[in-house]
């Protein structure tokens, strides 16, 4: 179990919530749920629904579509952001490499803690939009090196 100092701490690392005030993040750390995952545990996988933001505690997760890996992610990494937005179901699946520990915010407790501090929802929009700049990138050298 984290202590509240060492959720914060954690909380505060995460992109999505570097701007928001120490008190606002005591509170939203404190209500978070904290999962355990044994390796090679599928966290989600694509396609299926989800209403869940993840963030590594310990470990390491690998975010795919069948074999072929998307991202590698560990501590203080944050994943599943996209289906807290929209009614699509998860667009790859997420495992745990080794023994993960992450702490969980749902779609309703973000969707309130928006209400009460709207800053949130364009931090998030910041990090997705980072995430489509990289894609893109990653798609145009894929592209480029075809052509070559």
């Given amino acids: 179990m984290l202590t509240s100092i060492d959720r914060l701490l954690l ?3 995460v992109p999505i919530f570097k701007e928001l005030r120490d008190d606002f993040l005591v509170r939203l750390a404190s209500i978070m749920n904290e999962i355990s995952f044994p390796s ?14 993840y963030i590594v ?8 579509l069948s074999e072929k890996d998307l991202a590698l992610l560990d501590k203080g990494s944050c994943f599943g952001e996209m289906s807290l937005f929209d009614a699509e ?13 992450c ?8 969707y309130e803690a928006i209400d009460e501090t709207p800053g949130i929802a ?3 929009i910041r990090l997705l ?9 990653q798609l145009n050298e ?7």
């Fill in 11 to 13: 909380v505060r690392g």
């Fill in 40 to 53: 090679g545990k599928t966290i989600f996988a694509e396609g299926q629904e989800g209403r869940s933001l």
């Fill in 142 to 148: 894929l592209q480029a090196s075809k052509q070559l």
């Fill in 122 to 124: 364009v931090n998030i």
């Fill in 89 to 101: 179901p998860r667009s790859a699946s997420v495992t745990a490499m080794i023994k993960t520990e």
């Fill in 103 to 110: 702490l969980v915010l749902t779609q309703q407790q973000l």
């Fill in 57 to 64: 505690v310990a470990g390491k997760v690998r975010v795919h």
């Fill in 129 to 137: 939009s980072r995430r489509i700049r990289s894609q893109n990138l």
